[in-house]
T-cell receptor, first 116, second 115 residues
Framework: AQKVTQAQTEISVVEKEDVTLDCVYE???????LFWYKQPPSGELVFLIR??????QNEISGRYSWNFQKSTSSFNFTITASQVVDSAVYFC?????????????FGSGTQLTVLP | DVKVTQSSRYLVKRTGEKVFLECVQD?????MFWYRQDPGLGLRLIYF???????EKGDIPEGYSVSREKKERFSLILESASTNQTSMYLC??????????????FGDGTRLSIL
């Protein structure tokens, strides 16, 4: 069975600090997909990134970067120079090869608070 | 941009009532999903639909049913609401095909309280 662990329940940082959100996953498949979503206080989950298991290149998008390491089954998310608007709950999610929808599994989320 | 609209942001119902949560998407997506979100548990899949009148159980379908009569609309039904169904409910949709690698687009959520 697949599993996603976000060990950090809550993180608080001061604006302009860098922060890394951890995500560790478990799966038996060799083909799978990893996602990060952001949930601001308004409630809607916003898609941030998708990564497939064959692409271990790190990705940078503005202040956001993602570090995918298959050797440690981790897909960590770093926000550089954090801002108050980054305050949200962040979810990491995993889906295995095309099949049943129940194979999309979310972590429990990390509440990030960025203080001014 | 994809728009997924849930009919209510907040809803208060009583134990034993039949409750309908509605979700509409405007991007002609084949796949639609209902999740519930609880503190410390993340999102858990209740039901999924890959076509009109088609449905599949997720991880926690007990106490719920769904209806997909039109492609754009996916309804979640609590047949007889109970207090343990107090939660945030999120609807999502995505394109057909290998949907496991397509990002799901989410609505704003419905915060349901059962008294």
């Amino acid at each position: 069975a697949q599993k996603v662990t976000q060990a950090q329940t809550e993180i608080s940082v001061v604006e302009k600090e860098d922060v890394t959100l951890d995500c560790v996953y478990e799966t038996r498949d060799t083909t799978y997909y990893l996602f990060w979503y952001k949930q601001p206080p308004s409630g809607e989950l916003v898609f941030l990134i998708r990564r497939n298991s064959f692409d271990e290149q790190n990705e940078i998008s503005g202040r956001y970067s993602w570090n995918f390491q298959k050797s440690t089954s981790s897909f960590n998310f770093t926000i550089t120079a954090s801002q108050v608007v980054d305050s949200a709950v962040y979810f990491c999610a995993l889906s295995e090869a095309p099949g049943s929808a129940r194979q999309l599994t979310f972590g429990s989320g990390t509440q990030l608070t960025v203080l001014p | 941009d994809v728009k997924v609209t849930q009919s209510s942001r907040y809803l208060v119902k009583r134990t034993g009532e039949k409750v309908f949560l509605e979700c509409v998407q405007d991007m002609d997506h084949e796949n639609m999903f209902w999740y519930r979100q609880d503190p410390g548990l993340g999102l858990r899949l209740i039901y999924f639909s890959y076509d009109v009148k088609m449905k599949e159980k997720g991880d926690i379908p007990e106490g719920y049913s769904v209806s997909r009569e039109k492609k754009e609309r996916f309804s979640l039904i609590l047949e007889s609401a109970s207090t343990n169904q107090t939660s945030m409910y999120l609807c999502a949709s995505t394109l057909q095909g290998s949907y496991s690698n397509q990002p799901q687009h989410f609505g704003d959520g419905t915060r349901l309280s059962i008294l």
